[in-house]
C-alpha cells in the first residue's frame, strides 16, 4: 500500500503533519533553548540575547535555502513518484544533495570573511557585538549538518515517512538541550564557553540529527536510488527542483530581510527594542513552524494528488491543510495571549524589555489565524504550479506591508505621534491584507489548474 495514494487525505494530513510540526518545533526549540541558557547566565545575559537577536537573520537564511531546495525536491520526488517515473525521481534526490554542498560551501566562506561586516551593521554594544560574532561564525562554517539534515527530511517526507524525520530532529534537539547548560556554564568539569558553548552545542545537535536523517534515509526510501550516478548538478533538474522551491527560499529567506532589518529599524529606539523583539520572534518561531509544518505536510500530499490528476484529493488536501494550519495558530494565539508574561520571564528579561516583550506577544499573537491563512496557501500553491502566488504571498506579508510601514510607525513613536506600540501593529496589518488578498488568488488558481484534473 502506497500511504501518499491510498489513505484517505483527511487521516493522511493529520498522520503526516504531526511528525512534521513536531520536527519543526524541535528546529525552532535549538534558537529558543540557547537564548533561554544564555539569557540567565549572569551579568551579561541580556546582552548575549542581543546578540543573538542579532544573529538570528542568518539562522533563518541557511535554514531558507536549505528549506527551499529540500521543498522544491520534495516536490519534485513526490510528483514523480506519483507518476511512476523513479529514475526521474532519483535524480531529483541525487540533484538535491549536490546543492545541499554547494549551500554549504556558501555559509563556510561567509563565516570566514562575512560575519563582523554583518553583525557591525546591527549592533550598538561592542560586547554584544563580539558575542554575535564568536556564535555565528561556528554555525555558518559548521552549517553542514543542519543543511545536509534538511535534504534527508524532505526526502522521508516525500515517501510519506516524516515520523523518521521527527525521530531524528527530536534527537538533535535533545543533544542541544543536554550540552547546553554544560557548556554554557561549564558543567562536569568543562571549561565555562558561555556563548561559545551555546553555538557548539547547537551544531553538534544539528549533525546528530542529519546522521540519523542520512540512516534512514538509506534504510527505508527504497523507491529512489543512492546511487552517486545521480549525485550532480543537472541543471534542468535544478530548474524544476527550484521552480518549486525558490519561492519557498524567498518565504524563509524575506523572514532573514524582514529580521535585519527590523532589527536596524527597532535599534532607532533602543537597544532593549531590538532585545524584546529577537525574544519574541524565537518564541513566536516556535508557532509559526508548527504552521510551517503542516505546510510541508500539505504539499507533498497535494502533490502526490495532482501528479495522478486526482480532483477530489487535491481538493480534501486543501480542504483540510487550511482547517488542520488555522487550528494550530489559533492554539498559538491563546497561548501567547495569556502567558505572554511567563514568556518573557523564562528569558531572564526584566524590566522595561520584559513590558515590551510582553505587549509584543500580545498584539501580534492577534495576527497569528491571519498567518496560518497564508502559510497554508503557500504550500498550496508550490503544490500546484503556482510558484508565482506562493511568491507574491512572502513579498506582501514578510516586506511590501512590513518594513515601510514599520519604519513609518517608529518615526511616529520616536516624535510622539503615535504610541510605541503602534509598531507591532504593523504585522496584523501585513496579515489580514495578505489572507484577503491570497484567499482570491487561491479561487482564481482553482478554476484554472483544478477543476481541469479528472476525478
Known sequence: MNPMKDIPVKKLMAKMGVPIILSMMMQALYNIVDTIFVGNMGSNGELANNALALVFPIQVLIIALGIGTGVGMNVMVSRCLGEGNREKASLAAGVGKALAGVIFI?????????????????????????????????????????????????????????????????????????????????????????????????????????????????????????????????WNTIKAIYA??????????????MTYLLNIILGMMGQN?????????????????????????????????????????????????ILYTLTIMLIGTILLETLAAPFAGVFGLSGETA???????????????????????????????????????????????????????????????????????TFLFAEMITALLGWFMLKMHQRKVILTSKN
Not at 518549486?244 to 530581510?257: E, K
Not at 520572534?281 to 504539499?299: E, L, N, S, V
Not at 497554508?376 to 506579508?397: K, T
Request: proline share 3%; aromatic share 14%; with cysteine.
Open 106 to 234: 556558501i555559509f563556510f566562506l561567509f563565516g570566514i570573511i562575512g560575519v563582523r561586516a554583518y553583525i557591525s551593521s546591527q549592533a550598538k554594544d561592542p560586547i554584544s557585538a563580539e558575542m554575535g560574532i564568536q556564535y555565528l561564525r561556528i554555525v555558518c562554517m559548521l552549517s553542514a549538518g543542519n543543511i545536509y539534515f534538511t535534504v534527508y527530511e524532505k526526502l522521508l517526507q516525500a515517501h510519506g515517512r516524516s515520523k523518521y524525520s521527527t525521530i531524528a530532529q527530536i534527537a538533535g534537539a535533545l543533544t542541544n538541550i543536554v550540552l547546553d547548560p554544560i557548556l554554557i556554564y561549564g558543567l562536569l568539569g568543562l571549561p565555562r564557553l558561555e556563548v561559545v558553548g551555546a553555538a557548539v552545542a547547537t551544531v553538534i545537535g544539528q549533525f546528530v540529527s542529519m546522521f540519523l536523517g542520512l540512516y534512514f534515509h538509506h534504510k527505508y526510501d527504497k523507491e529512489v536510488s543512492n546511487h552517486r550516478k545521480y549525485i550532480k548538478l543537472d
Open 244 to 257: 518549486v522551491g525558490f519561492p519557498a527560499i524567498i518565504a524563509q529567506g524575506l523572514l532573514s530581510v
Open 273 to 321: 527594542m531590538q532585545t524584546a523583539y529577537g525574544i519574541y520572534y524565537k518564541i513566536q518561531q516556535f508557532i509559526i513552524f508548527a504552521a510551517f509544518g503542516m505546510r510541508d505536510a500539505i504539499t507533498p500530499i497535494i502533490s502526490f494528488a495532482y501528479g495522478m490528476q486526482d480532483q477530489k484529493r487535491i481538493r480534501d488536501g486543501i480542504k483540510y491543510g
Open 355 to 425: 513590558q515590551i516583550c510582553e505587549t509584543i506577544m500580545r498584539i501580534v499573537a492577534l495576527s497569528f489565524v491571519f498567518a496560518g491563512l497564508n502559510i497554508a496557501f503557500q504550500g498550496i500553491f508550490q503544490a500546484l504550479d503556482g510558484g508565482l502566488q506562493s511568491l507574491l504571498i512572502s513579498i506582501l506579508r514578510q516586506f511590501i506591508l512590513v518594513i515601510p510601514v514599520a519604519y513609518l510607525f517608529t518615526k511616529l513613536a520616536m516624535n510622539q505621534t503615535l504610541p510605541a506600540y503602534f509598531i507591532w501593529v
